[in-house]
C-alpha cells in the first residue's frame, strides 16, 4: 500500500459562506470523486480528489491519515480541529491523493471521514469508484 498527497490547498481567497446555513449540517462531509489510471511506467492508481469545507477560524491544513483498505472498500480520515460551535464562514480546501496497493484495482467504494482531532464532531460520506 502506497500513498502519496499531490496537493493540500485553500483554494478561496475570501471566506465561503454558505447560502442557506440552516440547511447546513456541520461538520460538512468531504465531497470525493475518484477514478482509476495508469501512470507512464506505473502501477493501476487511484486518483482521489476531496473537497473539505472547514472553518474559517482554523489556519492549519487538514492532514491525510494512511489509509486502510478491507475487502472492496477504501477508508480515508481528513483531520483538522473543528471548532464546537456552527462556524460562519468556512475555507474550502482542495486534496488530492494517487493511492495504490496490490489489490487496488478491487476497490469499489471509498468512505471518506473530516474526522475532527477530537472525535465527537466527525462527518463522513461515501462515494462509489466507477
Known sequence: MAYT??????INTDAFIFSHPETVIYPVSPL???KFYTPEGGALTLKIRATLYIN????ANPTVEPPTEEN????????YNFS??????CDVWYVELDYT???VGDITEI????KDIDPETSRGT???VP
Open 72 to 79: 472492496n472498500t477504501l477508508t480515508l480520515f481528513f483531520d
Open 5 to 10: 498527497v499531490l496537493q493540500n490547498s485553500r
Open 32 to 34: 470525493v470523486s475518484a
Open 84 to 89: 464546537e460551535k456552527t462556524p460562519e464562514s
Open 126 to 128: 461515501k462515494t462509489n
Open 111 to 114: 468512505i471518506s471521514y473530516l
Open 101 to 103: 496497493s496490490d489489490t
Open 56 to 59: 474559517s477560524e482554523d489556519l
